[in-house]
């Protein structure tokens, strides 16, 4: 067996490639019992990295979750997904002499809910409070656990936005630092999704609730690893491809993370005959750049929300400008067609559209300059929404 080109989806078993140092540091800091926060950019490998997590924990015998919050938009879906997680991998307690009735009641549900579609019946204010106590009971809190929790800032800010939204935030945010403030908890979590989880708390003033978190940043490849990964796929479809043409493409991508890698893989291999070469390197190159590989990172702006429009107008304008922009000129953007007096609270607007952009992976701040990070990114946005 060997690697396969896979792009979109996480990677698991053959298809990870790499990782080693982080996967150590990861390793260490869950074995001395810290919970980490996976914050960085979009199609870094953030979700790949978590699964071969688990996969490691599980072969040290630990019990592992991996909850995915894309797959809902309401508090009822995420006690849903988190209780048939919990029961699938037997993290809830059994049902044992002496419980209180509230505990056998919802381990009642708990297997109902298995079973088939159960209404939750967490309507009531107090009912639900119940509900979350009982079920923070029901944990095993001494035996080695590793529960993943991905895309939880999506599926927070969507939540959000519906009805009594901010409390149903700061509630389920409160209940997960309960649940890692248990004494002597053998649990370990680990968040993951893009940075703006910490912006995203702050801005609620609910920044506490994630304070105890470890901060795990994932960064692009060595360039060792990205050699590696390259020639290894190239193996994989019987390519040729000598160091010179991986380093001409590894140099022409710049920002190397696996997933550039493999999407430009997929274009090589889709024209292969009997060699690559530099001119067919280009030509792959150009087709990511007129084709959909790379919209998700212009679909992912509407989480933005209101700095979605200037987000766009930041990102149009660097797309062409190679060398950069300073941000008195990026500021003269974004007044165009204002009045002079708004310009303090345009400036504030930009820091923090600024900010995001570079949390997750677009821009690159070098001085007093911002740049695309990814020169790959910059040629598709200018051909998709400038040419
Ligand atoms: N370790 C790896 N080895 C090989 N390919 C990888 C690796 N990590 C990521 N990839 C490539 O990147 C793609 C996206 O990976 P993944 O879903 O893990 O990223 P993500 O950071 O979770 O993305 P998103 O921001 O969309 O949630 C994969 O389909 C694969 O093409
Ligand atoms: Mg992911």
């Known amino acids: 067996m060997c690697i396969s080109n896979k792009i979109g989806p996480p990677v698991e ?5 790499g990782r080693e140092k982080e996967i150590r540091k990861a390793n260490r800091l869950l074995d001395s019992n810290h919970s980490l926060l996976l914050s960085a950019p979009r199609r870094i490998g953030k979700s790949s990295l978590a699964k071969r997590l688990i996969e490691e924990k599980k072969q040290q015998g630990w019990k592992c979750v991996y909850i995915d ?62 509900l979350y106590k009982n079920l923070k009971e029901l944990i095993k809190h001494d035996e080695d656990t590793f529960i993943v929790v991905d895309e939880l800032t999506l599926f927070l800010g969507i939540l959000n936005k519906s009805e009594n939204g901010a409390e149903k935030v700061a509630f389920i945010l409160n209940w997960l630092r309960s649940l890692r403030q248990v004494s002597k908890t053998n649990v370990r979590w680990l968040f993951c999704g893009s940075v703006g989880l910490r912006n995203f708390t702050s801005a609620m003033n609910l ?4 304070n105890d978190l470890m901060e795990f940043g994932l960064g692009e490849l060595s360039r060792e690893e990205a050699e ?21 493409t590894l140099d022409k991508l710049h920002w190397n993370i696996p997933y550039f890698i493999q999407v430009i893989f997929s274009k090589l291999a889709e024209e292969y005959e009997d060699e690559v070469t530099k001119e067919s390197i280009d030509i792959a190159y150009n087709k990511l750049c007129s084709e959909n590989y790379l919209s998700t990172w212009s679909e992912r ?65 070098m001085d007093s300059i911002r740049a695309f990070r990814s020169p ?10 400038v040419q």
Request: charged share 30%; with cysteine.
């Open 207 to 210: 920044g506490y609730t994630i």
């Open 376 to 385: 790959l990114l910059r040629d598709y946005w200018f051909n998709k929404f």
């Open 228 to 248: 590696g990964l390259l020639s290894g796929l190239c193996k994989s479809e019987d390519m040729e491809m000598g160091e010179e043409l991986i380093n001409y």
């Open 301 to 365: 702006l509407s989480e933005y929300r209101e700095f979605e429009v200037p987000a766009r107008q930041i990102l149009k304008s660097l797309s062409t400008q190679p060398a950069g922009m300073e941000r008195d000129a990026m500021l003269n953007i974004l007044m165009t067609g204002q009045d002079a007096s708004k310009v303090e609270e345009i400036d504030y607007l930009l820091s923090k559209v600024l900010e995001m952009l570079e949390n997750d992976g677009y821009i690159l701040k």
């Open 69 to 130: 919050l894309e797959e809902t938009t309401t508090e009822e879906g995420f006690l849903r997904l988190v209780i048939e997680a919990f029961k699938e991998n037997g993290i809830w307690k059994q049902l044992a002499e002496g419980m209180s009735k509230g505990l056998v009641s919802v381990l009642d549900r708990i297997e109902k809910i298995s079973l088939g579609p159960v209404d939750l019946n967490i309507g009531k204010r107090e009912e639900q409070e119940d």
């Open 13 to 17: 078993g053959e298809d990870f490639f």
